[in-house]
């Protein structure tokens, strides 16, 4: 539904009030960023899915754990040309204000830039105006001492900090990497899985070629249908398993529930075939959610097992995709359970948060002196011009600093970040158009094969059209 320009503006405005009074950010700077971030693309469609098209749906920048499912990035042509354009770092700098870690971050930057707005106060207000009144004879309060450090233990402990952050950075990512290669090998092992198990099945060579097309006896096409069904509800489940229960649980249930209750095209076996979806889905939800892959790969396990296929060695090929998918189930869980070991990620934010908050009484004294003809200068009386860029300067090294920090919390559970809807739609997708695709490629095999033999025979089908019941002898 459709609502006029008037109306999308109101809305905007009463959400960028509704940021201010969460203490979100200024007003001035919400509608400043929120428009440039809404404009830089001006004229082009925002991906589905993206930040960009959650900001123009909500009127507001998601930040946070709100955000982490708008970051689920699958790119296309188009998404890489703009990732390289060369106007991509005036775009950062426009979005800065409005970024994801300036917001997550805002406590942390708030306490930097009041500490060093009170090093400020202290060092070029309160104790040169004690000082001044000679009404005071305390000695002590005579002699007030200034906020300032040496900058040695600092310039020291910067290579250290420097490494603390590196290695956690690239845990992380570490992570984040393994777990999206997993994914990938299971997306893989899946079509595998299918395409050998239609091709060893669904052999035109082994099958009743009549002259109206082909007969596939037996059930193979039912325990095809199961199987392909099955493999993706293996991938759905995992996606369940290391999602929020708030997250998935509805669409989880819909989603089987709309997969195995579909009405079949095989009017002989839709009854079968229904009783089947049913059981399948009410034993599946009624396991504990961090069982439902580990079911559906058993269910795997069984429907293999199963198969007509040809030969053992066919169906030893298949159960190694088994196999990998089951190892690709342990590496999502143990990535999912097991963070980087607490003691080095408490350690390190307590090393930079320690550092930052002492930095300014460290680099008071060089900011301080930067030159003799900005000392004179005063903006504010008691501040010195070249005192007060310590504030902004700290706000900066804060933002970054602690960023980085914030940038391996994020990617340390990679799950919630990754497309895995996009992964396991694509299973479907894949694997199902396998299916149908042999299903049609050895029918028109079978058809051809029984016109050759009719014309060979003048009309009469050749007696070597039979089922293969016994699988043909090997040669050592």
Not at 12 to 32: A, I, Y
Not at 73 to 84: A, C, E
Not at 223 to 250: C, H, I, Y
């Amino acid at each position: 539904m459709k609502t006029s320009d008037d109306d999308n503006n109101k809305n905007d405005d009463n959400n960028d009030e509704g940021q201010e009074k969460d203490g979100l950010m200024p007003s001035f700077l919400v509608k400043t960023s929120l428009s440039e971030l809404l404009d830089y693309n001006e004229g082009k469609e925002a991906r589905p899915g993206s930040l960009a098209a959650a900001t123009r749906e909500m009127g507001r920048v998601p930040y946070g754990e709100a955000s982490r499912k708008y970051r689920r990035t699958v790119f296309s042509h188009n998404d890489w040309v703009q990732h390289r354009s060369n106007t991509r770092l005036t775009r950062n700098l426009k979005g800065m204000l409005v970024s994801g870690i300036v917001r997550q971050l805002q406590s942390e930057l708030a306490l930097v830039t009041i500490l060093s707005s009170f090093v400020l106060t202290w060092n070029d207000i309160i104790v040169p105006g004690v000082s001044d009144i000679s009404i005071i004879h305390d000695t002590f309060l005579m002699t007030l001492p200034m906020l300032q450090l040496p900058s040695l233990p600092f310039t020291l402990a910067s290579p250290a900090l420097g490494l603390l952050l590196v290695f956690r950075t690239n845990a992380s990512y570490g992570r984040w990497t393994e777990a999206r290669m997993t994914w990938g090998k299971i997306m893989t092992q899946s079509r595998n899985l299918v395409r050998m198990s239609c091709t060893f099945v669904l052999n035109p060579n082994a099958q009743i070629s009549t002259n109206s097309g082909t007969n596939w006896n037996n059930g193979e096409l039912q325990s095809l249908d199961r199987l392909t069904k099955v493999t993706w509800a293996f991938s759905r489940s995992l996606m369940n398993q290391l999602s929020g229960p708030e997250d998935d649980d509805g669409p989880y249930e819909e989603q089987l529930r709309s997969v195995f209750l579909e009405t079949t095209h095989n009017e002989n076996n839709e009854n079968e075939d229904l009783q089947y979806g049913r059981n399948f889905v009410s034993r599946i939800l009624a396991c504990d959610e961090k069982s439902r892959a580990l079911a559906a790969l058993t269910e795997l396990s069984l429907l293999l097992d199963a198969l007509p296929v040809v030969t053992e060695k066919n169906r030893v090929e298949i159960d190694k995709s088994l196999v990998l998918m089951g190892d690709s189930l342990g590496a999502c869980e143990r990535i999912y359970t097991a963070p980087v070991p607490l003691v080095y990620t408490r350690h390190t934010a307590r090393f930079l948060t320690f550092y930052l908050i002492c930095l300014p009484m460290a680099l008071y004294t060089p900011f301080s002196s930067l030159n003799t003809a900005a000392a004179t200068a005063t903006t504010v009386p008691g501040f010195h011009m070249s005192s007060l860029s310590l504030i902004p300067a700290m706000a900066l090294l804060a933002l970054f600093l602690f960023g980085i920090e914030e940038l391996a919390i994020q990617l340390e559970e990679p799950f919630s970040i990754l497309p895995m809807e996009k992964f396991c739609d694509g299973i479907r997708k894949t694997t199902t158009g396998i299916k149908d695709w042999t299903v049609e490629s050895c029918a028109f095999s079978a058809s051809n094969n029984n016109s050759n033999n009719c014309n060979n025979n003048n009309g009469v089908v050749a007696p070597t059209s039979k089922v293969l019941t016994t699988p043909p002898p090997t040669t050592k």
